[in-house]
């Protein structure tokens, strides 16, 4: 008989009981204009508690309920009624890099997929779970196993039917020799997937996963089809169940996606949406003052009051996950040296870098996880102290400092080349000459996925969204996931931190788990691979005449069916 999660996780009761979903405390809530149009768009939000606390009872969401709700609540807020038709453009900061599903990359790639394909869980801005392709789940006593019950009369946009063989075909992908990159996010957790029937697959742990939810709604589908046709040139072709179809990639200028006509929930409002690579800041702020682009993500900071005083613009600011740091390559000299490291931290004034060239629009880090992480903790990081800097690099037989270089792109994430100038001046003044390397968004993808042996970084601007802290310190910095198998590009090791983060791993009780996530925590902080930087806060723009856009953490910005354009 399976067991209610609130029995088997009790850590979640709370949650449960106050957020009506299961999902841990969200980030610091954004400001009221934009959580007002996400909740309208996506009113099935209180389902979702019901598979979670009641897994074995939690009804279907009817496939047409949510526009029916949704409309006389974006009625009521805007005087408005939702239409369907017309077109958008979105500026986003680069290029897409693939579109493959089972690829990571860029988060202006994920934003996209999400739009292509669907997961078997939908995760919210406010990190609680609704149903999507899965209608209800459950967990057995022992929580090692999941079965989902999925929803029935799915197809793929090239008409291949969505089932539990098309589920097993994904991850039997990943598990595959080819080991495409979101293989890491289930290697260190999943033993295997099973069909049941044809509208019924089961996951099997390898130990109890208190976030095993979180790890599945990342997961899309591809047609299995699609990729037996067109093998790893499905990131080119891509082919899901979304409510958007792929219709055409120009490479360095635009995506288009056209409506799913045929898309088994309620189908879009939007005719297209075409996303639009617009690198620098300004112009795509000017974009949206003339009409020509309709949504915006990496507003300027300096730019904020300005479009909030336009009645044609919304604006919205949020916390993200997305931490700047700079990543070390840690095997290469002088960055195998601890002191060195540790000199590098004590050198940046990171507090006068949030308020200066942030405007405040940042939040200072000290470790690998920013603030608002799923088992995130505080912990004593560096302070700024050149002098401290310089006496640590003469101890480490660098008393007249080094020359390196870092690699950076420009425009791909908010002020990284201004981050990157006060870096330099930073480390000139410790006695370290800091060469710059600007490279496309593309050419810096390549780069940071190499296996650390081959990789010729030195330094890079490292962007990375740790949503979940535990995740982060398994496949970001552990010792058996390093480039290729993992995310570790660092070519990091500290065993004494492994140890806490698999103990961590297997605890399902949420006191045991934060106090080992903490030491883990404490001691990556002071180990020092990366030099500790910030998370910027997300700032979006749009046109007044876009409702329901969907903003959420970790430089989340994307539209969904719901989202509608006045005419």
Known sequence: MPMPLARMFPWLVYVCLVGAACAPAAPPAPPAATTAPVAAAQPTTAPAAAPAVKPTTAPAPAPTSAPAAAAPTVATKTGATPRRGGSIVFATTADVDNLDPALTGGTIASNLKKLLYNTLVRQQPDLSFKPDLATSWNVSQDGLTWTFNLVKGAKFHDGTPFNADAVKFHFDRLYSPERPQTYRDFEPYL?????????????V???????????????RYESPDAFKKFGKDIAKNPVGTGPFKFKEWTKDVRVVVVRNDDYFGDKAFLDQVTI???????ARTIGLESGDVQLADAIPSENIERLQRNANMKVSVRPTFNELTVGMQVTKKPFDELKVRQALNYAIDIN?????????QADVVVGPSPRGAKGYSDVEGFTYDPAKAKQLLSEAGYPNGFSTTITTTRGRYVKDFELVQALQQQFKAVGVDLKVDTVEWARYLELVNLPPAQSPTELWLDGWNGMNVVDTLTTRFGCEYQRPKGANVHGYCNQQMDKLVDEARRTIDDTKRNALVKQALQSMAVDAPSVWGITTTTVAGWSAKLHDPVHGPGEG???????????
């Open 191 to 203: 033993d295997r997937v099973e069909v049941v029937d044809e509208n019924t697959v089961r996951f």
């Open 205 to 219: 742990t390898k130990f109890p996963d208190a976030f095993f939810l979180d790890r599945i709604a990342g997961a």
């Open 276 to 282: 639009r690579a617009v690198p620098e800041a300004g």
């Open 352 to 360: 006068t870098i949030a308020k200066t060239i942030y405007s405040g």
């Open 557 to 567: 910005l994307t539209v969904d069916e719901f989202t509608w354009l006045e005419q």
